[in-house]
């Protein structure tokens, strides 16, 4: 009776071998997006990349009203990509006086500097594009950045440099890399025709 089931076993074994299939090599993920690799993140700042497009179309900027709210002793979120004249709500969860201080990243200038205590909210509409610092003077810990594009499209590259800019339709656009060090800043035209196009920036 015990020798019947190891047989059986056995064969059901050799029967499962003989039909595994020969490995196939493992086929690299298809990234869905125009993808590449930017200049990394220099002094704590994220490289950002937009795509802009000849004429006017809608992307995946632009759309509601987003925020930057405080709770926690942080903002969150700590990155946010604006399209020009997108109105931008600055709130405050937490039972803490705070302050949002916005100023251009790169001359440092104050664009304004309010409190905003619990339950506050503060609009502000972009209407110049570029980079953003924003802080709480009363917590220097508290730091986000804001960019602001005319693109319809746009991310924030990874801490190393990669993006992907996910469900462009097809067309010619212009790809912009907007880097902390203004000698990384590149600007290209770029054909996207299928779903995955690859952007050399000549980034090692
Ligand atoms: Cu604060």
Same mark, same amino acid.
């Not at 405080?70 to 399209?83: A, C, D, I, N, S």
């Not at 405050?92 to 339950?119: A, C, K």
């Not at 469900?167 to 203004?182: A, H, I, K």
């Given at each position: 009776?015990?020798?019947? #089931?190891?047989?059986?076993?056995?064969?059901?074994?050799?029967?499962?071998?003989?039909?595994?299939?020969?490995?196939?090599?493992?086929?690299?993920?298809?990234?869905? !997006?125009?993808?590449?690799?930017?200049?990394?993140?220099?002094?704590?700042?994220?490289?950002?990349?937009?795509? &802009?497009?000849?004429?006017?179309?809608?992307?995946?900027?632009?759309? !509601?009203?987003?925020?930057?709210?405080?709770?926690?002793?942080?903002?969150?979120?700590?990155?946010?990509?604006?399209?020009?004249?997108?109105?931008?709500?600055?709130?405050?969860?937490?039972?803490?006086?705070?302050?949002?201080?916005?100023?251009?990243?790169?001359?440092?200038?104050?664009?304004?500097?309010?409190?905003? &205590?619990?339950?506050?909210?503060?609009?502000?509409?972009?209407?110049?594009?570029?980079?953003?610092?924003?802080? #709480?003077?009363?917590?220097? !810990?508290?730091?986000?950045?804001?960019?602001?594009?005319?693109?319809?499209?746009?991310?924030?590259?990874?801490?190393?440099?990669?993006?992907?800019?996910?469900?462009?339709?097809?067309?010619?656009?212009?790809?912009?890399?907007?880097?902390?060090?203004?000698?990384?800043?590149?600007?290209?035209?770029?054909?996207?025709?299928?779903?995955?196009?690859?952007?050399?920036?000549?980034?090692?």
């Amino acid at each position: 009776m015990i020798r019947t #089931c190891v047989l059986a076993i056995a064969i059901g074994l050799a029967s499962c071998s003989n039909s595994t299939p020969e490995s196939v090599p493992e086929e690299m993920p298809l990234i869905q !997006g125009v993808f590449g690799q930017a200049p990394p993140t220099a002094n704590g700042i994220t490289s950002v990349v937009t795509l &802009d497009a000849p004429t006017l179309i809608q992307g995946s900027l632009g759309q !509601g009203n987003p925020t930057i709210d405080q709770l926690g002793l942080e903002f969150t979120p700590k990155q946010l990509l604006v399209q020009l004249g997108q109105t931008v709500g600055f709130t405050n969860s937490e039972s803490i006086g705070h302050n949002v201080h916005l100023s251009v990243l790169e001359s440092d200038s104050t664009v304004f500097n309010t409190d905003t &205590d619990t339950s506050e909210r503060v609009d502000y509409i972009f209407d110049e594009a570029g980079a953003y610092n924003v802080t #709480c003077d009363v917590h220097p !810990g508290m730091q986000a950045m804001i960019y602001v594009t005319d693109a319809p499209f746009g991310v924030f590259a990874e801490e190393n440099g990669n993006f992907v800019i996910p469900d462009v339709p097809e067309g010619t656009y212009t790809l912009s890399v907007w880097s902390f060090n203004p000698d990384y800043r590149t600007e290209q035209i770029v054909e996207v025709n299928t779903l995955s196009t690859e952007v050399d920036l000549g980034v090692q």
